[in-house]
């Protein structure tokens, strides 16, 4: 069974490291550009076409690189938890899910599971601080709609 978009009841995404990465790829992109398409021939260095093409190359790349991290999504619904970390994706049904927590020193939250394991969530970050209070109480306030009896901890 494939989940569309409108299976999902929310969708979080972090938003101080996703602005961090959009301007450091940008400024990776541009800087290695910038660096190809100069005339370094003054300070010594003599650069042929494969060698500005490499550099570019090489900065649109690194720029790429830095822009899985906005890739992190939480998306909640009553098929359960959809994560995506930054390379791997997972639906975690509702019956495998023993709580939803923020551990108390952790940069980002989680979800526990059975056997004491748990899935790291990146998109719901301390950093983005009121946004992820907002993003946590939606959370339990979905899981106890689709799990009723559950209880979350409202503390962590």
């Not at 979080?12 to 400024?27: C, D, E, K, V």
């Not at 910038?34 to 500005?52: K, P």
């Not at 822009?67 to 390379?87: D, E, Q």
């Not at 979800?111 to 339990?140: F, G, K, N, S």
Request: charged fraction near 20%; proline fraction near 4%; glycine fraction near 6%.
């Amino acid at each position: 069974m494939t989940l569309t978009d409108s299976d999902w009841d929310a969708e979080f995404r972090p938003r101080t490291m996703s602005l961090a990465a959009y301007g450091t790829a940008a400024l990776i992109a541009v800087a290695g550009i910038v660096v190809a398409i100069l005339d370094n021939r003054a300070s010594g260095a003599v650069m042929r076409i494969a060698d500005q093409v490499a550099i570019a190359g090489l900065a649109l790349v690194l720029a790429g690189s830095v822009l899985l991290l906005t890739r992190p999504r939480l998306k909640v619904g009553k098929a359960g938890l959809a994560v995506r970390n930054l390379l791997e994706y997972q639906v975690i049904p509702w019956d495998q899910v023993v709580d939803v927590s923020f551990p108390k020193g952790r940069r980002w939250a989680r979800i526990d599971l059975p056997a004491h394991e748990y899935v790291p969530v990146v998109a719901v970050q301390l950093v983005d601080r009121d946004h992820a209070v907002a993003a946590m109480d939606t959370v339990r306030e979905l899981m106890d709609r689709y799990r009723p009896g559950t209880a979350c901890r409202a503390g962590t």
